[in-house]
């Protein structure tokens, strides 16, 4: 029989075990919600007929590290979901090239004593090139490097984050760049929505030049490249734990 106060110390081990794992994610009792809904999790969508499932809650088998070669080593938790741990993005084994959908649910840890790019970073790269940028912007007048804005290239029509802790959604429609001769002839274009509401609409991604647009071939932190090969999805590792789950892709044939 364990000694009372042994088992004591165990619960009490334990009890601190379990509160250190949720302390990144913390309570968002304090935090001041515009309205009841914003605390909510968006429902998890089922991946269509057809989809190309890239997690499925069970395995990271379709993902590598960013060199391509070594095995991807995000955490695997409970519900099936994956956390960044720290120490380097990761990217799909397969690349994709024309016109796809793909879904990506996340959520961000509640950081209230960090600020700006530290509250929850993480991203959602296009042919790890184009960055769908992952934060806790909750409440803010949204700029291009908050969440859902396209990473220096375009602020979100509206803020239409959730509260920190809960899960969000995102749906981007993406056409990649246009080539002739193995050279860029039209920018690639992406459409989204961030838990249903409609944040870019077909935008270009292009920046505005001195005297003419700039066509964007990668933003901060992309893999970079080829512009008109074809690449994979790649999610970042900022350093703090975002979680992810349930995450698929749909080919669009024209």
């Given at each position: 029989?364990?000694?009372?106060?042994?088992?004591?110390?165990?619960?009490?081990?334990?009890?601190?075990?379990a509160?250190?794992?949720q302390?990144p994610?913390g309570?968002?009792?304090?935090?001041?919600?515009?309205?009841?809904?914003?605390?909510?999790?968006?429902?998890?969508?089922?991946?269509?007929?057809?989809?190309?499932?890239?997690?499925?809650?069970?395995?990271?088998?379709?993902?590598?590290?960013?060199?391509?070669?070594?095995a991807?080593h995000?955490?695997?938790?409970?519900?099936?979901?994956?956390?960044?741990p720290?120490?380097?993005?990761?990217i799909?084994?397969?690349?994709?090239?024309?016109?796809f959908?793909?879904?990506?649910?996340?959520?961000v840890p509640?950081?209230?004593?960090?600020?700006?790019?530290?509250r929850?970073?993480?991203?959602?790269?296009?042919?790890?090139?184009?960055?769908?940028?992952i934060?806790?912007?909750?409440?803010?007048n949204?700029?291009?490097?908050d969440?859902?804005?396209?990473?220096?290239?375009?602020?979100?029509?509206?803020?239409?984050?959730k509260?920190?802790?809960?899960?969000?959604?995102?749906?981007?429609?993406?056409e990649?760049?246009?080539?002739?001769?193995?050279?860029?002839?039209?920018?690639?274009v992406?459409t989204v929505?961030?838990?249903?509401?409609?944040?870019?609409?077909?935008q270009?991604?292009?920046?505005?030049g001195?005297?003419?647009e700039?066509?964007v071939?990668?933003?901060?932190a992309?893999?970079?490249?080829?512009?008109?090969?074809?690449?994979?999805?790649?999610?970042?590792?900022?350093?703090?734990?975002?979680?992810?789950?349930n995450v698929?892709?749909?080919?669009?044939?024209?």
């Amino acid at each position: 029989m364990i000694p009372r106060y042994l088992l004591a110390i165990a619960i009490s081990f334990g009890a601190v075990a379990a509160a250190s794992a949720q302390e990144p994610y913390g309570s968002i009792a304090d935090l001041k919600l515009a309205k009841a809904e914003d605390a909510k999790d968006m429902p998890s969508v089922t991946a269509p007929t057809g989809a190309i499932v890239l997690f499925d809650g069970k395995s990271l088998n379709a993902w590598t590290k960013r060199d391509g070669k070594a095995a991807a080593h995000w955490k695997i938790l409970d519900g099936g979901i994956m956390q960044v741990p720290g120490g380097g993005d990761i990217i799909t084994k397969e690349k994709f090239a024309g016109k796809f959908k793909l879904h990506v649910e996340f959520r961000v840890p509640y950081m209230p004593k960090a600020k700006g790019q530290g509250r929850g970073n993480s991203g959602v790269y296009l042919q790890g090139r184009y960055e769908v940028q992952i934060l806790d912007s909750y409440g803010l007048n949204s700029q291009n490097n908050d969440c859902g804005g396209i990473y220096t290239v375009a602020a979100p029509r509206v803020n239409a984050c959730k509260a920190p802790t809960v899960w969000q959604s995102y749906d981007i429609e993406f056409e990649s760049p246009r080539c002739e001769g193995g050279k860029i002839a039209a920018p690639g274009v992406a459409t989204v929505y961030h838990n249903g509401v409609l944040i870019h609409d077909k935008q270009r991604l292009v920046k505005k030049g001195k005297d003419k647009e700039e066509i964007v071939t990668n933003t901060t932190a992309g893999l970079g490249g080829d512009p008109c090969a074809p690449g994979p999805i790649l999610l970042q590792d900022h350093g703090n734990p975002v979680q992810y789950r349930n995450v698929w892709l749909l080919i669009v044939k024209d």
